[in-house]
């Protein structure tokens, strides 16, 4: 049996540009974390996909059938995918999975396939998923699948992830995004620079999202718990397109202070790898 990691992402910077032939370009400070989905694989005579949350579009089957037919492969495979990263939630919990696949499943039938032939499989399944093949810090430009890593250490950043119970469409949130602002080289060079030293205030504040004022207009929800962790003097960002919000340089207690808000938000204390 073969064993991957499916790590979830959190953004330190996510500028987005025009919209062009469907997609947005995007300049996007992409960070791992320690949350992970768990994917088993076995060879098979068929195709089997076991997850015990219901998933309306499996990518993992899709990195499959790719790369079967990539590499003239007859078998079958099963998996089975254990889902920790919350779904909806603009951590791309799925575009890591189907990473995982592809480096699962080149160790299953032992292609020894190229990172370039993986990554070009991975480009054809979704923007972020070349950035998970390699799962460093990076920014991911073009569409996102142009992944530029970097040679930073980012590790062990601790922040409090706070998912709502609810999520948002990743489609609906571009489509009411409208370019705001152009977002220079230098801001994301002071991120960089803030995060080597480890000084998260400044930090802090020059993190930027450029959906974050989109996914809050969408979801009244979403935008009242914003604004209720800001009362409280903390400092909340949105991660990717929502609803999962993330503050800097939480301890325990920040958990049990905001899990008086609502009972029901899941809250992970989690850390940059």
């Known amino acids: 049996m073969i064993y991957e990691k499916a790590y979830a992402k959190i953004n330190f910077a996510l500028a987005v540009g025009k919209e062009q032939n469907g997609y947005h370009e995007v300049k996007n400070l992409m960070v791992p974390i320690d949350l992970y989905d768990e994917l088993f694989f076995q060879k098979s005579q068929d195709i089997k996909i076991d997850c015990e949350v219901e998933i309306k579009e499996n990518i993992c089957l899709k990195a499959i059938l790719l790369f ?96 709502p119970g609810f999520g948002l469409s990743t489609k609906e949130v571009y489509q009411k995004y409208i370019e705001i602002k152009i977002h220079s080289d230098t801001e994301i060079e002071k991120i960089i620079d803030s995060a080597s030293k480890r000084d998260f205030v400044l930090l802090d504040q020059f993190l930027f999202n450029d959906l974050e004022d989109i996914a809050l207009e969408i979801s009244k929800e979403l935008k009242d718990l914003f604004n209720q962790l800001e009362r409280l003097s903390y400092s909340p960002h949105i991660s990717g397109s929502g609803p999962s919000i993330f503050i800097l340089d939480a301890k325990t207690e920040d958990l049990e202070n905001i899990k008086k808000i609502d009972p029901t938000l899941q809250l992970y204390l989690c850390h940059t790898i």
């Open 68 to 163: 079967k037919e990539k590499f003239h492969i007859q078998e079958g495979v099963n998996l089975f995918l254990k889902k920790n990263i919350p779904i909806m939630a603009g951590l791309a919990g799925g575009s890591s999975d189907a990473a995982a696949t592809l480096r699962g499943l080149n160790r299953l039938f032992d292609t020894k396939a190229s990172f370039e032939q993986l990554n070009e499989i991975a480009c054809q399944l979704g923007s972020d998923v070349p950035f998970f093949l390699q799962n460093k810090v990076a920014l991911c430009t073009g569409r996102g699948e142009i992944v530029e890593p970097l040679d930073v250490d980012f590790k062990n950043i601790n922040f409090l992830l706070i998912k």
